[in-house]
């Protein structure tokens, strides 16, 4: 038991890292954090750093959080660092307790290629914005990027960007810190990400953004009450010009810098009546979760299809939005054979050149194979015979003596002996239960026994058809046509269940309909927790008539 809590306990455990920034110019810093979730939350060895960077403004951070019943303590471990050479350079993977994290890339520009001095040099406190385009299209995702640059370290401070007429802008992500030589003096600078999209076509006036804060003072500031250490800073304003869409341009409006399609998962056999997935990712460069069009197959002769709920990562890359997106698509083949599965594709318009593109994925020939357990007759394909039934037809005799080979068999003449019993059984309760209805009788719902135990028996097969090849609706109707007590919705039915597991998969069957559940995990917890059937509390007992007369008379 121990060595298996062990096991379980080092699966569970993450640890991951990651910087703030993967490309910064020359004196510039970044910061490398470290997540663990291992026991003890032990230190990363940052010593495989100094080869290529300067380690300083070493942090740390505890969480602690509780969800299904178990506690996680999450360490955050931050270091800065500046790097001591131009170039790609490669954050090594570095030890965490019994874990490692993977390697990282940063790039470096030189002092020639890396960003310009900003005008405001040599102020204490300066502000600088800029877009990651000067001429974007309508409804175009642009990066906005807002830089605080300081001489003097901070005590407080509020730094506002004012939302301009014409589009909307919304603030994403954390805020980045990191150091930066900048005409000889040495700043702290925070920068801040913001997402716009334009509204209309025409110039666009974004508003400066404004700082207003207080500093750390010198020793005279302080001694005669001077308030020297008050700072402030306004950015100039910038202007865009926004573009139209083009009257050529594909349906529905889709403006990025680039756009993939790739295949994640593709199945190498289908079988009939059996659902297999197949996991599409695309991943677009400028553009958010909701503004990505949602990605069908066309139809497929033979196969139905069935889509679960998009799963979406956004980030911030190269000063605009990306989204990487997985679109899972389940195929229930209805027949044996070869399955054709078109192409795919997605027209978008491409902001860099001009230009409409297509990205595409290539289609797919499958093969569907019959259902596992389903066994085809040798004779099923032969042409029926033409030949009179007689005595001396070769079929009919060969008919007949198989027929008699088979009820000379004992296990055969067995099963129909008891098939028989089970009929005579079946007349007798039916003409013994008094002619009512078994509790949650409906029509078309399949017939229940209630055992001692409190299990009822069922027909497996209404649910599992509906598993493997309806949709999560289906498989809640299946559901409700099972219960013995009757009920318009899936809480009433889940009081019912008298199984843990059973309640926590309908849980998460709810999730995945009407939220952001995941449909593929909430089909697997309802096959392996419902595998022997639902157990369903013991219906309450009818109340006993009240001895006493009623209070008021009765009509």
């Given at each position: 038991?121990?060595?298996?809590?062990?096991?379980?306990?080092?699966?569970?455990?993450?640890?991951?890292?990651?910087?703030?920034?993967?490309?910064?110019?020359?004196?510039?810093?970044?910061?490398?954090?470290?997540?663990?979730?291992?026991?003890?939350?032990?230190?990363p060895d940052f010593s495989p750093l100094q080869r290529d960077f300067v380690v300083s403004g070493n942090t740390s951070r505890r969480e602690f959080h509780m969800r299904n019943g178990q506690a996680t303590v999450r360490a955050l471990y931050g270091v800065a660092l500046r790097p001591?050479?131009?170039?790609?350079?490669?954050?090594?993977?570095?030890?965490?307790?019994?874990?490692?994290?993977?390697?990282?890339?940063?790039?470096?520009?030189?002092?020639?290629?890396?960003?310009?001095?900003?005008?405001?040099?040599?102020?204490?406190?300066?502000?600088?914005?800029?877009?990651?385009?000067?001429?974007?299209?309508?409804?175009?995702?642009?990066?906005?990027?807002?830089?605080?640059?300081?001489?003097?370290?901070?005590?407080?401070?509020?730094?506002?960007?004012?939302?301009?007429?014409?589009?909307?802008?919304?603030?994403?992500?954390?805020?980045?810190?990191?150091?930066?030589?900048?005409?000889?003096?040495?700043?702290?600078?925070?920068?801040?990400?913001?997402?716009?999209l334009p509204e209309r076509s025409g110039t666009l006036t974004l508003p400066g953004a404004s700082f207003e804060g207080r500093g750390t003072g010198g020793f005279f500031d302080d001694l005669f009450g001077d308030r020297g250490g008050v700072l402030k800073a306004q950015a100039?304003?910038?202007?865009?010009?926004?573009?139209?869409?083009?009257?050529?341009?594909?349906?529905?409006?889709?403006?990025?810098?680039?756009?993939?399609?790739?295949?994640?998962?593709?199945?190498t056999t289908l079988r009939v009546g059996e659902a297999t997935d197949l996991v599409v990712e695309i991943t677009a460069d400028g553009a958010t979760a909701a503004q990505m069009p949602e990605?069908?197959?066309?139809?497929?002769?033979?196969?139905?299809?069935?889509?679960?709920?998009?799963?979406?990562?956004?980030?911030?890359?190269?000063?605009?939005?990306?989204?990487?997106?997985?679109?899972?698509?389940?195929?229930?083949?209805?027949r044996a054979g070869a399955v054709h599965v078109p192409a795919l594709k997605l027209a978008w318009w491409d902001v860099r050149t001009g230009s409409t593109r297509v990205a595409s994925l290539p289609a797919l020939s499958l093969k569907v194979a019959v259902a596992s357990g389903v066994k085809v007759s040798p004779s099923a394909s032969a042409p029926a015979s033409t030949a009179p039934d007689g005595a001396g037809s070769p079929g009919a005799a060969g008919d007949r003596g198989g027929m008699a080979a088979r009820l000379g068999n004992p296990w055969v003449v067995a099963t129909v002996v008891f098939a028989a019993l089970w009929l005579v059984t079946l007349v007798w309760w039916l003409s013994h239960r008094g002619g009512r209805a078994p509790a949650g009788g409906r029509v078309g719902t399949p017939s229940l026994q209630?055992?001692?135990?409190?299990?009822?028996?069922?027909?497996?097969?209404?649910?599992?058809?509906?598993?493997?090849?309806?949709?999560?609706?289906d498989v809640a109707e299946a559901l409700l046509a099972l219960a013995?007590?009757?009920?318009?919705?899936?809480?009433?039915?889940?009081?019912?269940?008298?199984?843990?597991?059973?309640?926590?998969?309908?849980?998460?069957?709810?999730?995945?309909?009407?939220?952001?559940?995941?449909?593929?995990?909430?089909?697997?917890?309802?096959?392996?927790?419902?595998?022997?059937?639902?157990?369903?509390?013991?219906?309450?007992?009818?109340?006993?008539?009240?001895?006493l007369p009623p209070l008021y008379p009765e009509r």
């Open positions: 038991m121990l060595l298996q809590f062990a096991v379980v306990a080092a699966a569970s455990a993450q640890t991951r890292a990651w910087l703030d920034r993967d490309r910064i110019g020359a004196g510039e810093t970044v910061t490398l954090n470290v997540e663990t979730t291992q026991p003890g939350n032990p230190m001591r050479r131009d170039g790609v350079l490669t954050v090594p993977a570095l030890a965490v307790g019994a874990a490692r994290t993977s390697p990282l890339t940063l790039v470096v520009a030189s002092g020639a290629t890396s960003a310009p001095a900003p005008a405001r040099t040599g102020d204490n406190v300066f502000i600088e914005s800029e877009p990651d385009d000067e001429t974007p299209y309508v409804q175009q995702a642009v990066g906005w990027v807002v830089r605080l640059y300081s001489a003097v370290p901070l005590v407080s401070g509020a730094l506002d960007q004012p939302a301009p007429d014409g589009a909307t802008l919304q603030r994403v992500g954390e805020d980045a810190q990191y150091t930066r030589d900048v005409g000889g003096r040495r700043y702290m600078v925070v920068e801040r990400r913001f997402l716009l100039r304003p910038r202007f865009l010009q926004v573009q139209a869409p083009p009257a050529n341009a594909p349906q529905p409006w889709l403006p990025l810098h680039a756009l993939e399609l790739r295949y994640r998962t593709v199945p990605v069908r197959f066309p139809s497929i002769d033979g196969v139905q299809v069935f889509a679960e709920p998009v799963k979406s990562d956004e980030g911030f890359a190269g000063g605009r939005p990306r989204v990487k997106q997985l679109r899972r698509f389940s195929l229930v083949p209805a209630a055992s001692a135990a409190g299990i009822l028996s069922v027909d497996p097969g209404v649910l599992r058809r509906a598993l493997d090849t309806g949709s999560l609706g013995p007590q009757p009920c318009m919705g899936m809480d009433p039915l889940r009081a019912q269940l008298a199984d843990l597991r059973q309640r926590d998969a309908v849980d998460l069957l709810q999730r995945a309909r009407w939220s952001e559940g995941d449909g593929r995990a909430a089909r697997a917890a309802l096959r392996e927790a419902f595998a022997k059937g639902p157990r369903w509390r013991p219906a309450p007992a009818a109340s006993k008539p009240d001895p």
